[in-house]
DNA sequence: TCATCTCACTTGTCATACCAGTTTAAATGC
DNA sequence: GCATTTAAACTGGTATGACAAGTGAGATGA
């Protein structure tokens, strides 16, 4: 008595399992049909993965707004009349879709969607990726080259004051940190973030802070050389300058430069002595 | 007896359990320390978590290659010593990451780690975003608007005679389906992504394409209006042909203006009207 | 009034049973 | 002997019950 739907008689809802399946009953009755692309689906997927399109449906249907409590999964299972492994296993999938957040003890909260947070649950996959190809790290790589070019360009097309200000600080926080590895390569990385958010598209802030990321942690390009302190704040500050300019196509070679230059260095230094 | 483990006398996993964790066991017998970040985690996370990132680190360090099958749920569950749902929790995790792909009936496989296939896993995550944030859907559209032009001038840089017929043979047939729709819009599609492959980064491809079908779900941008698919044929040539001439300036220009039509085209026509 | 504590309610985990597909190998028919 | 069929033994999928563990709010005490 003490857990699983007490109102509901025993054997009621597997017995009319068998006749009618209860999720085609709640989809009559909400009737999302024609969301992407039209399809009869007659296909047998999983019991989860009915209630998970349905959840889905409701997110995006109905007026759950971001941080709003989600039904519990005993009610769900009563709603959708199935057992609890099929809705706990549609809610783990939204979670790791980055759409809804549960923690042990509360309800379950609609996480507010977010570029950012959506890549960050990327990032999982993505190392996985990079760790078990290598080409793909190169691809990466050159992606986030031309990325970062593009990146310059825009925000010398784009740039304020402001936005000027906040580069030059950010460059002067790194020059003072040069004897510090750890607080040099955060400063690093804000400074590329900091030039994408110029753009003022989340999605390029998103994805250059997660480049970033993901390429640091393969120690491949972007890294820093301990000794090439100074070099990295001089190729930054021609690439402030270039901004500063307006100029799209010097800010396009400052910031090519620089990450060719890290690169060769890096071939340079680290294949000779393979591995610390 | 027909289920769970039927071999370890019962009460002993939990018994120990309580004393050493078991995966605290299972980990110092692999001990992948330092794999990200040299993190101490002294975080109270999920049993399934752990799980995963034992599973995760298995994936990677031992000779998992791609389609080998890995041990049954049952066999799992013996091993790390904990409960089916544990695991099963665990490796649904794994497979919307898109490591591993599980069939019922069959043993779980290995799924071969592609990019394509990431940013498939993604798509479901990046509809919904854009289904709740009008914002958002503006931004990709920036963003796919930056892309393409990248990829024309890569194209125009990097274009082999092969590429160059290939992308001629699809305006032609997307010239020859003008009558049908669904086929003309197929073959646009095509045009986008054969250009993007030009560049020989399964990033971009991967990207170019994942970004198309995001915009047409929502009829945004890059839509094809009717009546007006000459104009469409006649832009992809004139993209081709910039191309040809490896001209990179002329290839971006090009794609601009085809992006920028299909933009305004849509705004005018159905802004005014809203909605079929 | 405020701090504390208890308790109801939540999710997390385990265990078991059974269902439903898949594979495999033995039994059967030719 | 060989091909076909059938059944047994896998596999994952689902349901359910019980309990542990975490959270939060209302009751209780100072």
New binding site residues.
Partial sequence: ????RPNIP??A??AC?VVTKPLELFRSLYDFGAMTATKPKPR?K???HDIRESLLALLENDAYGPGAA?P????LMAQFG?????V??AMQHLQVMGLVE???????KVAEPSIGKMVEHFSGTMRHLLATSSANLEHLKTARFAFEKAMAQEAARMRTTSDLERLRRIVDAQAGAMSDMTSFLTHDREFHRALASISGNPIYTALAEAMFGWLADFHADTVILPGREQLTIDEHLEIVDAIEAKNAARAAKAMHDHLTRANVLYHRTYLASPEP
Same sequence: chains 1, 2.
Avoid at 72 to 75: H, I, N, V
Avoid at 82 to 86: D, E, K, L, T, W
Avoid at 102 to 108: K, Q, V
Wanted: net charge positive; no cysteine; charged share 40%.
């Fill in positions: 008595m003490q857990d699983q025993p054997r809802r597997s399992a047998k999983n019991l989860s989600l519990s999964e005993r009610e199935v057992g609890r492994p099929a706990r296993e549960i923690r042990h003890g509360e309800r379950a």
